[in-house]
């Protein structure tokens, strides 16, 4: 069975510039998140997919950050324009409900650096 | 502010020998996991741990939870060199609710030395 994967594994782009992450979950899983961590940082929560809806998107930095889920399956985080501040790995993951002893499974990252 | 604090942040040790990793955090919580990374890699789950005095054992591995005292302990039993990675704890927010809203550790980088 695959795992979660992100796209692309790296990105460099200019300040300024556009630029989308895209994660497919496990299939079957209702829940995918979004994480970052920017250089000598913790982890830091994005937000929550159930499905196709929001769950919760505290996380958000501003509004230069768009994540969708059309569909329910893969998501996408759109960085529209980028600051340098956004440099960092953008971790995605899925689980499968809601059971309360779920793990969440994680993709790889995708490093962002903004120059 | 809520925080994860790991103790200690790095640590090299030789194989064979005892340790335990130290996770304090300031905010009430129904779920701690443990999550392992090896260099460009995904985090991989390792424990969630969900009530007072909880204690988990996977290989040499073994977790435990005390929501008394807000801390988590990750001891590693006679380490050997595939230990070495770098091991995350973090706190779910959503005391009660829907999981997923982790407050992370810095991580903790465990280097095992022959």
């Known amino acids: 069975e695959a795992g979660v994967t992100q796209f692309p594994s790296h990105s460099v782009i200019e300040k300024g510039q556009t630029v989308t992450l895209r994660c497919d979950p496990i299939?079957?899983?209702?829940?995918l998140y979004w994480y970052r961590r920017v250089m000598g940082k913790e982890i830091k929560f994005l937000l929550h997919?159930?499905?196709?809806?929001?769950?919760?998107e505290s996380g958000m930095p501003n509004n230069r950050f768009l994540a969708e889920r059309t569909g329910g399956t893969y998501s996408t985080l759109k960085v529209q324009p980028a600051e340098l501040e956004d440099s960092g790995v953008y971790f995605c993951?899925?689980?499968?409900?809601?059971?309360?002893?779920?793990?969440?499974?994680f993709g790889s990252g995708t490093q962002l650096s903004v120059l | 502010e809520l925080k994860v604090e790991q103790n200690p942040l790095f640590l090299s040790m030789q194989e064979g020998k005892n340790y335990t990793i130290y996770c304090n955090y300031s905010?009430?919580?129904?779920?701690l996991y443990w999550y392992r990374q090896d260099p460009g890699k995904s985090l991989e789950s390792l424990f969630v741990l969900l009530s007072n005095g909880a204690v988990k054992q996977e290989g040499r591995l073994m977790a435990s939870l005390d929501t008394k005292a807000r801390l988590s302990t990750l001891h590693i039993t006679a380490a050997v060199h595939d230990l070495s990675a770098t091991y995350f704890c973090?706190?779910?927010?959503?005391?009660?609710?829907?999981?997923?809203?982790?407050?992370f550790g810095k991580g903790t980088k465990l280097s095992v030395k022959p």
């Open positions: 993951a899925s689980s499968q409900g809601n059971d309360y002893n779920e793990k969440l499974f």
């Open positions: 973090a706190v779910d927010l959503n005391y009660g609710g829907s999981q997923g809203n982790l407050i």
């Open positions: 997919f159930v499905k196709e809806s929001k769950q919760d």
């Open positions: 905010t009430t919580s129904d779920r």
């Open positions: 299939s079957g899983h209702d829940n």
